[in-house]
C-alpha cells in the first residue's frame, strides 16, 4: 500500500498562487504514475494533472493548462503541483493518488489510481 499525504493548501486571492505538495511513503515500487484530482462543492471529483514516475511526462486538464505544474521531487519523495493565476473555479479539496497500472497521459480515469491521499482544501476568493 502507498501512503500519500497531501499539504500545502489555503485561502488565497484570485491571481494568487499555491503550491501543494503529496509526500509519498510505503509501498512505492511499482508505481507508475501519480495524479491529482479535485473535488468542488456538489460536483464530480475531476482530473487536474498527472505524472508518470520518472517524472518525464505530464498531462493536464484543459481548465488548468498553462497555469499549474506538477513535478516529482524525487530526493524528497514528493509530488507537487504548482498552481498560479488562481480562480475562483479553481476552489475544491486536491488529492493526490497512485497509480500502479501502466499509465498514458491520456488516461485522466480515477478508477487507474488506486491509491489516495485525505485532501487538501483550496480556497480562492474574489
Known amino acids: 500500500q502507498v501512503q500519500l499525504v497531501e499539504s500545502g493548501g489555503g485561502l488565497v486571492q484570485a491571481g494568487g498562487s499555491l503550491r501543494l505538495s503529496c509526500a509519498t511513503s510505503?509501498?512505492?515500487?511499482?508505481?507508475?504514475?501519480m495524479a491529482w484530482f479535485r473535488q468542488a462543492p456538489e460536483k464530480e471529483r475531476e482530473f487536474v494533472a498527472a505524472i508518470n514516475w520518472s517524472g518525464d511526462t505530464t498531462s493536464y486538464a484543459g481548465a488548468v493548462k498553462g497555469r499549474f505544474t506538477v513535478s516529482r521531487d524525487k530526493s524528497k519523495n514528493t509530488v507537487d503541483l504548482q498552481m498560479n493565476s488562481l480562480k475562483p473555479e479553481d476552489t475544491a479539496v486536491y488529492y493526490c493518488?497512485?497509480?500502479?497500472?501502466?499509465?498514458?497521459?491520456?488516461?485522466?480515469?480515477?478508477?487507474?489510481?488506486?491509491?489516495w491521499g485525505q485532501g487538501t482544501q483550496v480556497t480562492v476568493s474574489q
Open positions: 510505503g509501498r512505492t515500487f511499482g508505481v507508475k504514475a
Open positions: 493518488a497512485a497509480a500502479r497500472v501502466a499509465w498514458v497521459p491520456a488516461d485522466t480515469r480515477q478508477s487507474s489510481f488506486d491509491s
